[in-house]
């Protein structure tokens, strides 16, 4: 195991780029990196699977976008969470928490409890 970095399981990382916008605007490589620092550097993001991601939900108006200037004066396009994607990163973190809760005890049974 190790201090690899983790893959993402399936279908959490809107839940993840949402968290990430909801504190404050970023680029697109910004979403990444505050990804990867809010880990601990323990997950790593693909930037083929974090553009798409950020696009969909564009798309789906959770998150709105912008032009303006990177930190290296590069036009760079950032993201904001929009009222809808508020909504959406709740509910989100409720069914991942109680998915989380069930996997968990699941986990912990003992043969005894089968």
Do not use: C, F
């Amino acid at each position: 195991m190790g201090n690899k970095p983790l893959d993402l399981l399936q279908g959490t990382l809107d839940m993840l780029i949402l968290k990430a916008v909801s504190l404050g605007p970023l680029h697109g490589y910004g979403v990444l990196l505050r990804i990867q620092q809010i880990s601990g550097q323990q997950l790593e993001i693909q930037q083929g699977s974090l553009y798409p991601a950020l696009y969909r939900l564009e798309h789906q108006g959770a998150i709105a976008s912008e032009w303006g200037e990177s930190e290296n004066n590069r036009r760079a396009k950032y993201y904001e969470l929009t009222t809808s994607g508020r909504a959406m990163l709740r509910s989100e973190t409720a069914k991942w928490n109680r998915m989380s809760a069930i996997i968990g005890g699941i986990l912990q049974a003992a043969p005894e409890e089968v």
